[in-house]
């Protein structure tokens, strides 16, 4: 069973900064995702990674398949981005998602 | 186009009542999934289908029952309810592996 770890829990910035939200995983996987979820509110997705880097606005998602490791950063980040987001991953030849716990990200103005 | 829809958005049930949380999808997605996320915590779980007939255990599935007889509708019943299964369900689907998964707007539950 993959174990889906991210770091930090939770995450305080002000309007402008960079965020990094990390997340690292055990077994080898086929695909990585990274999703969000406004307070209150549904869950998007917002990449699909199976290798390299992705770039969305000012999100951009990265992956290290030999480490087992993905980043997420945001930006000149805007109050509007606080959110809760998710990393999850789908083990190679599998159907399922194994998510982690979220990282829970505040931008002050 | 709708996306998948989850119906109701809120329901308050009492210990052992039943009830059926609504899902349907209009993008013609053959996996569906049905997730639980209680407070604070990560999503879990409950079923899935890869396609019509075919329904699978996730990882918590006690108390809980689902089928599949259309491709779009994805229904997930509770027969007793009891308050451990007080949480906020999301239905979600995809195409196949090399697409998302689109999430509905979860179906909020408290049972008292």
């Known amino acids: 069973k993959n174990e889906v770890e991210q770091s930090p829990q939770n995450l305080t910035a002000q309007e402008g900064e960079f965020i990094t939200i990390n997340c690292s995983y055990s077994v080898g996987i086929s695909a990585l995702h990274w999703l969000q979820q406004h307070p209150g509110g549904g869950i998007v997705s917002l990449f699909m990674?199976?290798?390299g880097k992705k770039k969305h606005g000012r999100l951009i998602a990265t992956i290290n398949i030999q480490e087992k490791h993905s980043s997420l950063h945001i930006t000149a980040s805007h109050p509007r981005d606080s959110a809760v987001y998710i990393c999850?991953?789908?083990?190679?030849?599998?159907?399922?998602?194994?998510f982690g716990g979220g990282t829970r990200v505040l931008v002050k103005p | 186009n709708a996306g998948v829809t989850q119906t109701p958005k809120f329901r308050i049930l009492k210990i052992g009542q039943s009830m059926t949380l609504q899902c349907t999808q209009d993008m013609n997605h053959n996996y569906m999934y049905w997730y639980r996320q209680d407070p604070g915590m990560g999503l879990k779980l409950i079923y899935y289908?890869?396609?019509?007939?075919?329904?699978d255990k996730g990882e918590v599935p006690n108390g809980y029952n689902v089928s599949r007889s259309t491709t779009e509708d994805f229904p997930l019943r509770l027969e007793l309810a009891a308050p451990s299964q007080t949480s906020v369900y999301f239905c979600?689907?995809?195409?196949?592996?090399?697409?998302?998964?689109?999430f509905g707007d979860g179906t909020r539950l408290s049972i008292l």
């Open positions: 990674l199976s290798s």
């Open positions: 979600a689907s995809r195409q196949d592996s090399n697409q998302p998964q689109h």
């Open positions: 999850a991953v789908r083990e190679r030849g599998g159907n399922k998602l194994t």
């Open positions: 289908s890869v396609g019509a007939g075919i329904t």
